[in-house]
């Protein structure tokens, strides 16, 4: 039973999403803003996190932050506006999904659902993948440059994996969307190039760029 942190202002939707997530089998807890968001995540960790972006006491881009210092939980956003910058802004922050209000629940719990299966696409049978100085590891979710930890998102995790599974080869975005996301599940070219942007911002920490553009087609593993 999955446990699910879901973080907004409005106590209604807050009791709509807990309801709707507890009949979908979830452990579901509660927090009115980002920081009592954090201090219940420090308690206990969820295993995915529902988050809104426009709070007070601490939004959602900055809960986001925080907790992206030190973990790499799967986060959907929730926001009342449907600009693209938000929702490009949140998925560079480490988001692993966003959704626009007003939202079926429905929708929610699909979403949710994914996003979840996307962090359990890992088995301890999965073997390590090393490329040059990176290692990634499927059956703890770590990837590592030399001896340095490397934190990255479900999604970002799931891409890099599927461009080191292949070094060489040259991925579509249609096609590394089908692999980080599953079959038949929709996000824009926007939103995927935001995903390999931020892997590539964590690895220049380390001197590497581990994705290549290949202009007109799409990304392949880089130098690392």
Same mark, same amino acid.
Do not use: Q
């Given at each position: 039973m999955s446990q699910v942190l879901v973080v907004d202002d409005d106590p209604h939707l807050r009791e709509v999403l807990r309801y709707a997530l507890s009949r979908a089998g979830h452990t579901v807890r509660e927090a009115p803003d980002g920081k009592e968001a954090l201090r219940l995540f420090k308690l206990q960790p969820a295993d995915l996190v529902v988050l809104d972006v426009v709070m007070p006491e601490l939004d959602g881009i900055e809960t986001c932050r925080a907790l992206r210092q030190h973990s790499a939980v799967p986060i959907v956003f929730l926001s009342s506006r449907d600009e693209e910058l938000d929702r490009v802004l949140g998925l560079e922050m480490g988001g692993d999904d966003y959704l626009t209000k007003p939202f079926s629940t429905r929708e929610l719990v699909a979403r949710v659902k994914a996003v979840l299966r996307r962090a359990e696409?890992?088995?301890?049978?999965?073997?390590?993948?090393?490329?040059?100085?990176?290692?990634?590891?499927?059956?703890? +979710?770590?990837? +590592?440059?030399?001896?340095?930890?490397?934190?990255?998102?479900?999604?970002?995790?799931n891409l890099l994996r599927a461009l080191m599974a292949h070094p060489g080869r040259v991925y579509t975005r249609e096609q590394l969307t089908d692999l980080a996301y599953g079959d038949g599940y929709h996000v824009s070219e926007r939103t995927l190039d935001s995903h390999i942007r931020r892997i590539r911002q964590k690895f220049r920490e380390h001197a590497l760029d581990p994705v290549e553009t290949v202009h007109g087609l799409g990304y392949r593993l880089g130098t690392a």
């Open positions: 696409m890992r088995t301890p049978s999965d073997p390590a993948l090393k490329y040059g100085r990176i290692r990634l590891d499927p059956s703890t +979710h770590r990837v +590592h440059v030399d001896a340095a930890e490397i934190v990255l998102t479900v999604t970002e995790f």
